[in-house]
């Protein structure tokens, strides 16, 4: 099922770069903490996404934790 196909929808959420559904087994948490001097300037973020974008991202080195 594409990103704007009508129909149920999933109890999964999506991947927030592709529209995929993600699954228990199948996706990454990338957060982006910003320290120094400009700090105040930037906000810190978290996005889910599966771990296919992440290598299309070129972050092709990555550490499973649970």
């Known amino acids: 099922m594409g990103r704007y196909d009508a129909g149920a929808p999933s109890r999964d959420p999506d991947c927030e770069r592709c529209g995929a559904g993600l699954t228990?087994?199948?996706w990454v948490r990338l957060r982006a903490f910003?320290?120094?001097t400009l700090v105040d300037r930037y906000r810190d973020s978290e996005k889910?996404?599966?771990s296919d974008c992440l290598a299309a991202?070129?972050?092709l080195?990555?550490?499973a934790t649970r």
Do not use: A, K, N
């Open 48 to 50: 889910r996404i599966c």
């Open 61 to 63: 080195e990555f550490e």
């Open 34 to 36: 910003h320290q120094g």
């Open 57 to 59: 991202l070129g972050m």
């Open 24 to 26: 228990d087994d199948h």
